[in-house]
């Protein structure tokens, strides 16, 4: 049977199983939602048998739902993989709303909310001809919104794909139904010639009346400093910076190697030499200072260290925090916080130390915990916390630990060193666990699950003719490459609306990353017309993107 806009919610024929459903998602599914998802299904198919609901149509209003914004694949969404909220149920765009929205424990509390609020959609004011409240309790307990959708549309019901076009959901294309069809066309597809349809329920999931226990928020309030020793460096030294404390914010950390002890690089930055925040010690300075940390500077206080900068060449997450922080290349400085290591003079040689990692992950856990936190004040939306550690999805997916390396291209491959670089994926997985610990009470490291994990983008390209000018204080006016003329425009724009990212390159439609979401301020350095004279700009990651897309921050220098 293929599907249309005027297909039906109710279903009364054969119905596919759980299995079947889960083989069409299981290639579009996150491995870290493996689980999740088949329980789903489980719970899904037979519900849809129970109430004579099309189990391929709710499917599909799942994949749309669960989906990461610009990536088209299910089981992404913050609201599925926090609260299991299959569809979108009361998410509206605005924060108090999406806030006040309702919340699942289960994937299966979950599953019978979303079949609560089909039933409405589809049998209006007869709900109760299909649901036995005795056996399944309360509708409107597993669906607060229930009661408004009767109210809504007068008790009538809205039984078809075309009905649910901008009652469900509202859609930027005003297609919906249409985005329904496909997806559901592409489920059948998908599932092919396996073993036939079943005829015959399985046994329903037993229902626990309401609507489960809130799921538990993010507390970043448990997060403790590592204990440091502070090593004054005198006023009138050099190598550093003055902000305004109030406004001085931490978004990543950047690790390096100091190539010295730490006894001797302390003597070093004392001096006013190249101050840095923190250093680590470890094997090379003994076993009574391995792990120990000394502080030359508060990140937060109204001086900021140069030790991260100057800018050259700029690379993978370097370049994507230039982006979002930029024009001014000092915000290498001013927003990360730097810690070295102890190491070789010349090239490293003593591996990482149990003591070292545990100090190094104790410090970029506690500003991670930190900045998680400031972005929830800020938005009233968890966007970087232990489930997403290192990236921070609504930033590009850039990761919150940057490489010296990857801001200096002089320190390309040796800062860090081999021998930390190679410790990455331990050290991740140990801050996830002390965050998590932290946020959620959890003994465990939790399950990874960044939206990104799937999508696949477009590389970035160049253009070499304006890299050259990438790393200086000034440029041109305009550089002429072709028969483009770009012009220097070295400033911050928000987002007008989801502003997709492109390659610099001439090809339409090569994405290099997720959409840049609505209200979000970014920097471009510079602005050309195309053949067709449409207005583009370019940000210090080579995102190009469409100039109507944004518009200019008043103060922005």
């Known amino acids: 049977m293929a599907y249309s806009p005027k297909s039906s919610l109710v279903k009364t024929s054969v119905h596919y199983s759980a299995d079947q459903l889960w083989a069409a998602f299981k290639p579009m599914t996150p491995p870290s939602q493996y689980e999740n998802a088949q329980r789903v299904f489980k719970a899904l198919v037979p519900l849809c048998i129970a109430f004579d609901l099309d189990e391929v149509v709710l499917a599909a209003i799942i994949w749309i739902e669960t989906g990461a914004a610009g990536s088209g694949l299910p089981f992404r969404s913050e609201w599925f993989v926090k609260y299991f909220n299959l569809g979108n149920i009361g998410i509206t765009g605005d924060p108090a709303q999406n806030a006040a929205a309702q919340k699942w424990s289960t994937p299966e509390d979950g599953v019978f909310g979303l079949v609560a609020h089909a039933v409405a959609y589809a049998y209006g004011a007869k709900w109760a001809n299909v649901w036995d409240t005795d056996q399944y309790g309360k509708p409107q307990a597993w669906d607060k919104r229930f009661a408004l959708v009767l109210e809504e549309y007068d008790g009538k019901p809205l039984n078809s794909l075309a009905a649910l076009n901008g009652r469900w959901a509202w859609d930027v294309d005003n297609n919906y139904h249409g985005k329904l069809a496909e997806r559901a066309n592409n489920i059948v597809a998908a599932i092919g010639d396996q073993s036939p349809p079943v005829e015959t329920p399985s046994t329903p999931p037993e229902p626990i009346p309401g609507e489960g ?38 978004a990543a950390v950047v690790w390096h190697s100091a190539y010295g002890t730490l006894v ?56 994507k925090f230039l982006e979002i922080f930029g024009p001014n290349k000092e915000v290498v400085n001013m927003y990360t916080t730097a810690m070295e290591r102890s190491c070789g003079s010349t090239v490293a040689t003593n591996p990482v130390t149990d003591k070292e990692r545990a100090s190094r992950v104790w410090w970029t856990a506690y500003h991670a915990n930190r900045y998680g936190k400031y972005l929830y004040e800020k938005t009233g939306k968890h966007l970087f916390t232990c489930d997403t550690f290192p990236l921070i999805p609504s930033q590009n997916n850039r990761s919150f630990i940057i490489y010296h390396g990857e801001i200096n291209a002089d320190k390309r491959t040796s800062c860090p060193d081999a021998f930390v670089r190679a410790d990455i994926d331990r050290e991740i997985a140990d801050i996830r666990a002390l965050m998590a610990k932290w946020q959620k009470g959890a003994d465990t490291i939790p399950p990874q699950v960044p939206p990104e994990q799937i999508p696949t983008y477009a590389p970035v390209k160049v253009i070499d003719q304006l890299q050259a000018y990438k790393d200086k204080d000034a440029a041109p006016s305009y550089v002429t490459v072709g028969s483009d003329r770009f012009i220097f425009v070295n400033d911050r724009v928000r987002a007008r609306k989801a502003t997709p990212r492109y390659q610099t390159a001439n090809v339409d439609g090569l994405k290099i990353g997720p959409d840049i979401e609505k209200g979000l301020e970014f920097a471009v350095l510079w602005m050309f017309w195309d053949e067709k004279g449409v207005p583009w700009m370019l940000t210090p990651y080579w995102t190009r993107v469409l100039a109507d897309d944004t518009e200019r921050i008043a103060d922005a220098a």
């Open 264 to 319: 001797g690089t302390t003597g070093w930055y004392q001096a006013g030499n190249a101050l840095t925040d923190t250093m680590v010690g470890n094997s090379l300075d003994g076993p009574s200072l391995d792990g120990q940390i000394r502080r030359f500077n508060d990140a937060y206080g109204y001086r900021y260290a140069w030790s991260s900068g100057p800018v050259s060449n700029p690379i993978d997450d370097a370049a």
């Open 213 to 250: 226990d809130p799921m538990a928020e993010y507390n970043y309030n448990n997060g403790v400093a590592p204990p440091w020793i502070d090593y004054v460096v005198a006023e009138s030294k050099k190598f550093a910076g003055n902000i305004d404390a109030a406004l001085h914010f931490i």
